[in-house]
């Protein structure tokens, strides 16, 4: 079962329409916690390489992010982007995760997965303005995993691009 649906999603993945874009770099800020009361300020930057074409056009991606009650975090990941259009994008993305709570939400681990989706919209040649909402969690690797969404803009562009 769980190989079908592997083979099925790559096989969906080669039919979806692909921009190559370069290498670039994305600044970010949002809320972390968003659906909760005591929700915070989150700030990232991220960089993500360019589309690898051996690996189903994946987008390899690292970042950092930090929120306003003393939580940081690394992430390292994939994301893959599905042309909606010419200017619009659908992008889903999956990151592990190295976390330290601070003074804020107990995650019940230092280890986390990062899923999320992202809608984008090109502003320029090698620049884009997007929404995305994101879900970190443990899952379940740990005997606590209350996880916490957050929900980001952020401006990504490309300093290679000439």
């Known amino acids: 079962m769980i190989r079908k649906s592997i083979i099925g999603i790559i096989g969906l993945l080669g039919c979806v329409s692909v921009q190559a874009e370069s290498p670039a770099i994305a600044l970010s800020a949002g809320s972390f916690e968003v659906f909760e009361s005591n929700n915070s300020l989150e700030l990232g930057i991220e960089y993500r390489f360019a589309a690898q074409e051996t690996f189903f056009n994946v987008i390899p991606a690292l970042g950092i992010s930090a929120n306003s009650d003393g939580g940081y975090w ?76 957050s929900l980001m803009l952020s401006y990504s562009f490309s300093p290679f691009n000439r």
Do not use: C
């Open 74 to 149: 690394a992430h390292a990941g994939g994301r893959y982007d599905i042309s909606l259009g010419e200017k619009w994008i659908l992008t889903p993305q999956l990151a592990v995760v190295g976390y330290e709570d601070g003074a804020g939400q107990d995650l019940g681990s230092g280890f986390l997965f990062r899923t999320g989706i992202e809608l984008g919209y090109r502003i320029g040649q090698s620049s884009r303005l997007a929404l995305s909402l994101y879900h970190m969690s443990n899952a379940d690797l740990a005997k606590n995993n209350p996880g916490s969404e």
